[in-house]
């Protein structure tokens, strides 16, 4: 039996692997997860689904892709989608509508209000700038990601 109060032998090695990170298998686990949202980032893709391909419980993924990749699984879907959005309505005559549903967003209102968070302008007022060329190409995600990253 342990003497402090509050700890068991079983808990002490659950915190202690938290604090010192997740483990290789956790990571490649992760990987299959983020893999799968950027495969198919078009398709109706749920906590549940991501989870499933990782191979833990939702709120327990949750936590853990967050904690590895600095934002939430939901976060790192939408942002991809726009990420595909903006090269769609730079390069394709899709309607602002069309390519809302063709990236996976149900609504054209999340759609916008998403896309402007990320972005900083409308999609119309992006497509616009980006025909006379006074929006800057985008810079490719996985430098963004890198750049962005919070430290630890």
């Known amino acids: 039996m342990s003497d402090t109060v ?8 659950a915190r202690a692997r ?3 990170g997740p483990s290789v298998e956790v990571l490649v686990r992760l990987r299959r997860a983020r893999d799968l949202m950027d495969r198919c980032y078009a398709e109706p893709l749920d906590l549940a689904a991501m989870a499933r391909e990782a191979g833990f419980s939702r709120f ?32 394709a005559d899709l309607t602002v509508t069309e390519v809302c549903m063709v990236v996976g967003f149900s609504s054209l209102g999340s759609f916008s209000s998403r896309f402007s968070e990320l972005v900083g302008m409308s999609p119309s007022r992006y497509r616009r700038a980006r025909r006379e060329g006074q929006a800057p190409l985008p810079v490719p995600g996985c430098f963004v990601r890198a750049w962005s990253r919070p430290a630890r």
């Open 60 to 91: 327990h993924f949750a936590r853990l892709f967050r904690v590895v990749y600095g934002e939430t699984p939901g976060g790192y879907l939408s942002r991809r989608r726009v990420e595909r959005a903006m090269d769609l309505l730079g390069a």
């Open 6 to 13: 509050g700890t068991t032998p079983r808990t002490e090695p």
């Open 18 to 20: 938290y604090l010192s």
